[in-house]
């Protein structure tokens, strides 16, 4: 790419293939697949409600992570500046306030979908939206801290969706998520602190530079790493646990699999951990997300 190609345009108005750029597509698998997880736990019929279930995964993929990612990169431009100029907002193809417009109107958007969903999906909305901008905004900015950030990210991609397509399905049955839903979700989304980490490595430069504290910048990429790692190992390994413990064999098995599979993407990433991050996102995150599905299966109408 040329430098005339990084420098800021004059647009008065977005580029539309630099607003779809802007809300990422590429992020919204997280907790689009999250919910379904949440929706398979709740053993109630899923065609049978697809409806709230397709309703409730565009939700929360293309409206509020979308929004998340277009209210991260307003928040973002001046490390986007350093770290990735091609970037909508610091590029100028979203010139002026267009990526704060954006951002919010997708907000509001989210809670009118959201209340579609009744009082569970209305307020699991709220969450995720209040969120997403306290990751992203000052004062609040919880990005800053590599601890605060990836965990608040964790829970609201793959906890607060998971519980949110549990409860909206059970809802319909008058019904709620029961204690293994709840223990689950929250275990993978304490997990994904680690999978959360392994996307700061692309903006070390930049975060150190604003002083952004991401695990990466302070400790260094190899350090980072194994943090990450063991977050995610330690996590799973107590899913492994329950599921053992719930009586579970085939899938707590299957999941143990799984974690040894990720062990050895693991033992690569260790040998390059900056340059091989993206490496892992295909390749150790999949087995990741494969066994909360697994997971999803097992406690499908368990009760404790």
Known sequence: ?????????????????????????????????????????????IWENKGVVVLGIVLAG???CGMSQAANDWCDRHVDAINEPHRPIPSGRIPGLWGLYIAIAMSLLSLVVGWQLGSWGFVATLLGVAAAWAYS??????KRSGWWGPGLVGLAYEGL???????VLLATADSAPGFPIVMMATLYALGAHGIMTINDFKAIEGDRKLGIKSLPAVYGPEVAAKIACTVMGLAQSLVITMLYLFSKPYHATA????????????SVWMRDPEGKAPWYNGTGVV????GMMITAFAIRGFTV
């Open 287 to 290: 087995m990741y997300v494969s």
């Open 137 to 142: 905004v000052e004062p609040i900015r919880l």
């Open 161 to 167: 969706p998971w519980i949110t397509g549990a409860a």
């Open 1 to 45: 790419m040329s430098a005339q190609d990084l420098s800021p345009s004059r647009r008065s108005i977005p580029e539309p293939r630099a607003m779809l750029e802007l809300i990422k597509p590429v992020t919204w698998f997280p907790p689009m697949w999250a919910y379904l997880c949440g929706a398979v736990s709740s053993n109630v019929p």
């Open 255 to 266: 999941v143990l699999v799984l974690l040894c599979g990720q062990f050895w993407a693991m």
């Open 62 to 64: 293309p409206i509020v």
